[in-house]
């Protein structure tokens, strides 16, 4: 496993992180000794980055990677979020991006985690109440008393960027993009890279889609979140299907998964770019990790430019009440 440099300011990590959090919530069906188990699988293939957040569960699966991480801590750079803000019972909160909050959100987290630093925190999502200057600043006392390393934002907006980056270095900027959420491109991806900000895409096999795995909603379970999703409904799911047979099409040529085409892919785009695929078994890990491997000539990525064009995709990628909170 290869590394790559996110930001200036010396965080170093595997080319491809884990995302941990479909282990604890949203895609239905929790087994924690295999999760527990794929993330140690992952250390042992040399991936560092490990991607959590205090609202998966809630606060459930920080624990679990606290758990998993007893032992080896010195392997694992740990990546937490907060901002959206989420009750016991696993209601809605809002979004905070409050100073105070802030320091009540890292100190729980550092507990639940079982560490004494957060390597990269992130605001989940820019509270649009607060200046981003008082959330950056409460980040940045985070870092002057040693509670956390490097700071991270999370769909923020160019503007939104540049203002945080007056107030303190960004390391890693996280939001989705794949082959079928191609926005970045745009104005976020030139925005990150004037700045010397490094890029964490999500969800970059378009949740799943991209795997080639769901050919229709019986494949999810009956509580998946993605049921609710736009671009698995109706006349947006046909068209998505169509966009993944023709990247099936291309990874069988190369004798790989349309999955590890789409990882690969997104690896190509620059070095400075660190996908944290999401998975809770062993089996989808190997897959993944072995996307890193792939080579794509300037032939492949050509035709995949060609099928998976900015906009291709059917349907907004979070329902209507949740588009307001992205690029703020």
Same mark, same amino acid.
């Given at each position: 496993?290869?590394?790559?440099?996110?930001?200036?300011?010396?965080? +170093?990590?595997?080319?491809? *992180?884990?995302g941990c959090m479909g282990m604890s919530e949203f895609y239905g069906g929790r087994d924690e000794q295999e999760a527990i188990a794929t993330i140690h699988h992952a250390l042992d293939l040399g991936v560092t980055l490990l991607d959590t957040a205090d609202m998966y569960g809630p606060f459930t699966n920080e624990q679990l990677v606290g758990r998993a991480i007893q032992g080896r801590r010195e392997q694992?750079? @740990?990546?937490? =979020?907060?901002? /959206?803000?989420?009750?016991?019972?696993?209601?809605?909160?809002?979004?905070?991006?409050?100073?105070?909050? @802030?320091?009540?959100?890292?100190?729980?987290?550092?507990?639940?985690?079982?560490?004494?630093? !957060?390597?990269?925190?992130?605001?989940?999502? +820019?509270?649009?109440?607060?200046?981003?200057?008082?959330?950056?600043?409460?980040?940045?006392?985070? @870092?002057?008393?040693?509670?956390?390393?490097?700071?991270?934002?999370?769909?923020?907006?160019?503007?939104?960027?540049?203002?945080?980056?007056?107030?303190?270095?960004?390391?890693?900027?996280?939001?989705?993009?794949?082959?079928?959420?191609?926005?970045?491109?745009?104005?976020?991806?030139?925005? @990150?890279?004037? #700045?010397?900000?490094?890029? +964490?895409?999500?969800?970059?096999?378009?949740?799943?889609?991209?795997?080639?795995? !769901?050919? /229709?909603?019986?494949?999810?379970?009956?509580?998946?979140?993605?049921?609710?999703?736009?671009?698995?409904?109706?006349?947006?799911?046909? =068209? /998505?299907?169509?966009?993944?047979?023709?990247?099936?099409?291309?990874?069988?040529?190369?004798?790989?998964?349309?999955?590890? #085409?789409?990882?690969?892919?997104?690896?190509?785009? *620059?070095?400075?770019?660190?996908?944290?695929? *999401?998975? =809770?078994?062993?089996?989808?890990?190997?897959?993944? !990790?072995?996307?890193?491997?792939?080579?794509?000539?300037?032939?492949? #990525?050509?035709?995949?430019?060609?099928?998976?064009? =900015?906009?291709?995709?059917?349907?907004?990628?979070?329902?209507?009440?949740?588009?307001?909170? +992205? /690029?703020?």
């Amino acid at each position: 496993m290869k590394t790559r440099k996110l930001g200036n300011q010396g965080l +170093v990590v595997s080319e491809l *992180g884990l995302g941990c959090m479909g282990m604890s919530e949203f895609y239905g069906g929790r087994d924690e000794q295999e999760a527990i188990a794929t993330i140690h699988h992952a250390l042992d293939l040399g991936v560092t980055l490990l991607d959590t957040a205090d609202m998966y569960g809630p606060f459930t699966n920080e624990q679990l990677v606290g758990r998993a991480i007893q032992g080896r801590r010195e392997q694992v750079i @740990v990546a937490t =979020k907060f901002g /959206n803000v989420r009750t016991a019972e696993g209601g809605w909160a809002g979004i905070s991006g409050k100073p105070e909050y @802030v320091r009540q959100a890292c100190d729980a987290s550092l507990q639940r985690l079982g560490v004494d630093v !957060i390597d990269l925190y992130y605001q989940h999502r +820019v509270d649009s109440t607060v200046p981003i200057e008082e959330t950056i600043g409460a980040m940045a006392e985070l @870092v002057q008393q040693g509670k956390v390393r490097y700071l991270g934002m999370s769909e923020a907006a160019p503007a939104t960027i540049r203002r945080a980056q007056a107030v303190h270095p960004i390391s890693a900027l996280q939001t989705e993009y794949s082959l079928w959420s191609r926005d970045p491109e745009d104005e976020i991806l030139p925005t @990150v890279r004037e #700045l010397g900000i490094g890029f +964490v895409p999500y969800s970059p096999l378009g949740r799943g889609f991209l795997s080639g795995a !769901i050919t /229709n909603l019986d494949d999810l379970a009956p509580d998946d979140f993605r049921r609710n999703s736009p671009r698995f409904q109706g006349k947006n799911f046909a =068209k /998505n299907l169509e966009l993944v047979a023709q990247v099936k099409a291309i990874a069988a040529e190369k004798g790989i998964t349309p999955g590890q #085409l789409a990882l690969a892919w997104l690896l190509a785009q *620059g070095d400075d770019i660190v996908p944290i695929p *999401g998975t =809770k078994r062993r089996v989808y890990l190997e897959e993944n !990790i072995a996307a890193v491997n792939v080579s794509l000539t300037s032939d492949d #990525l050509r035709r995949i430019d060609e099928v998976a064009p =900015k906009g291709v995709a059917a349907g907004e990628r979070y329902p209507a009440q949740h588009m307001g909170n +992205v /690029n703020r």
